[in-house]
């Protein structure tokens, strides 16, 4: 099977001004995309075949050959940028009270409030050193988690399934924050499609039940 980029659930311009127009439609056509075609070209060069990005995330453990490295930058940032993109939606149309009660609960439970969950989110994406991602993931004991990452490692494993995350490459707001990644961080709260953290908190309790 053959990934492909697909199309935003949103226009381009829709998450200005927290990310401009010009940084999506890089971040997405040209940054998103090359992972998907170099992707592409190590499956067909190596006769490996998947049938969606998570099988193939789960199995990099697996892999042995020359190429596994190239392969996990590659699968990963098409996974990592996949949930980023959906997980964004516009400013107006972001609200917190999407979240259900279970996981307001959760977040409550396992940070204090939320508003103190957002601070440990953004301090662990500020202190991400060089390129890579932070997320909140539900690991296998049912538990919360805010945990970071280097350069495109996926988030998904066998214990952890990620709720949502944010890219903190220079490429994500480098045009509009330049170096104040903070500002950017804080920013990107206003534009979190909870709907869809929320959607994916219940795949990730099946995920664990199965
Ligand atoms: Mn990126």
């Known amino acids: 099977m053959e990934f492909k980029l697909k199309k935003l659930n949103y ?3 829709s998450l200005e001004p927290i990310i401009d127009e010009k940084t999506m ?5 040209k940054h998103h995309n090359t992972y998907i075609t170099n992707m592409n070209n190590i499956l067909n060069n190596n006769n490996l075949e998947y049938n969606n990005i998570e ?3 789960l199995d990099l453990e697996n892999i042995t050959g020359d190429f596994k490295q190239a392969l996990i930058n590659n699968a990963g940032g098409h996974f ?3 949930i980023f993109f959906d997980s964004l939606i516009n400013e107006k149309e972001s609200n917190i009270e999407d979240i259900n009660e279970e996981l307001t609960t959760l977040i409550t439970n396992t ?3 939320f508003e103190e969950f957002k601070t ?3 301090n662990a994406g500020l ?4 390129s890579g991602w932070v997320w909140l993931v539900l690991n296998n004991n049912k538990e919360l988690v805010i ?3 280097l350069n495109q490692d996926p988030a998904l494993t066998k214990t952890e399934f990620p709720l949502f995350g944010v890219d903190v490459w220079e490429h994500a707001y480098y045009l509009n924050y330049q170096n104040l990644r903070a500002d950017y961080l804080n920013n990107i709260f206003k534009i979190i499609n909870w709907k869809y953290v929320n959607n994916r908190f219940e795949n990730a309790l099946k995920y664990f039940n199965k």
């Open 55 to 57: 099988e193939l995330v």
């Open 80 to 82: 990592n940028h996949e």
């Open 120 to 122: 440990n989110f953004v």
């Open 127 to 130: 202190t991400r050193f060089g």
């Open 111 to 113: 940070f204090g409030s």
């Open 25 to 29: 439609i890089i971040h997405h056509t």
């Open 147 to 149: 945990k970071s990452y």
């Open 11 to 13: 226009e381009y311009n």
